[in-house]
């Protein structure tokens, strides 16, 4: 069963800090996975798109890792901001269906002063 | 270029009324997904369409609720007789392509719906 699985579920963290949120899937055959911030009250906004040849990809602050052997990855905060904080979404493509695009529950990131 | 445009972005409806959300593609978008978010919860997938084509609604309940994007005009989902447990954000996406393309999707602002 393709699923998409993110940790943790809620977090907080001091302005300043960095902080590592994970995605594990079972989506197969995998084409790409997205890092998506949802801030409240907000649609989301794409971060970064990974394909299966990449292993890391920095925008920013946001540095977002993928290892396909484990379906694992991971989006790095480097020297958080309190407007960091939102919903971070991860969502796995997989190279066929006609609807293959799988969403995980996502994280709840809270920055605080 | 405007992005992917909800509306209405609140909406308050009685028990029993109809609730109309309109979502307006990225210009050059053909594809467009709605999904479902209830409160501190993620987002749920319901219907995706093309322009006159629904492609897969599995996410959508087989009651009360239905979707079209039709050749002119906006995708509508369209929410008969609403009931309490249907207040939730309503959220429209649109691509250039279908979803096997590695091209992002664009999300809209989403529209609230209460329902009295």
């Known amino acids: 069963k393709n699923q998409v699985e993110q940790s943790p579920q809620s977090l907080i963290i001091l302005e300043g800090k960095n902080c590592t949120l994970q995605?594990?899937?079972?989506?197969?055959?995998?084409?790409?996975l997205r890092w998506y911030k949802q801030d409240t009250g907000r649609g989301p906004v794409s971060l970064t798109i990974?394909?299966?040849?990449?292993n890391t990809k920095s925008n920013g602050r946001y540095t977002a890792t993928l290892d396909a052997d484990t379906k694992q990855s991971s989006l790095h905060i480097t020297a958080s901001q309190l407007s960091d904080s939102a919903s971070y979404i991860c969502?796995?493509?997989?190279?066929?269906?006609?609807?293959?695009?799988?969403f995980g529950t996502g994280t709840r990131l809270t920055v605080i002063p | 270029n405007a992005g992917v445009m909800q509306n209405p972005r609140h909406l308050v409806r009685r028990r029993g009324q109809e609730a109309r959300l309109r979502c307006s593609p990225m210009?050059?978008?053909?594809?467009v997904y709605w999904y479902r978010q209830l409160p501190e919860e993620g987002l749920k997938f319901m219907v995706y369409?093309?322009?006159?084509?629904?492609?897969?609604e599995s996410g959508m309940p087989k009651e009360r609720f239905s979707a079209e994007f039709p050749k002119e005009g906006p995708s509508i989902l369209r929410i008969q007789q609403v009931v309490r447990g249907d207040s939730a954000a309503y959220f429209c996406?649109?691509?250039?392509?279908?979803?096997?393309?590695?091209?992002?999707?664009?999300f809209g602002e989403g529209s609230r719906l209460t329902v009295l």
């Open positions: 996406a649109s691509s250039p392509g279908g979803q096997l393309n590695t091209g992002e999707l664009f």
């Open positions: 969502v796995v493509s997989a190279r066929t269906g006609a609807n293959n695009l799988f």
């Open positions: 990974m394909t299966f040849s990449e």
């Open positions: 369409l093309q322009k006159e084509n629904i492609i897969d």
């Open positions: 210009k050059g978008h053909s594809h």
């Open positions: 995605c594990n899937y079972t989506v197969s055959p995998f084409s790409n």
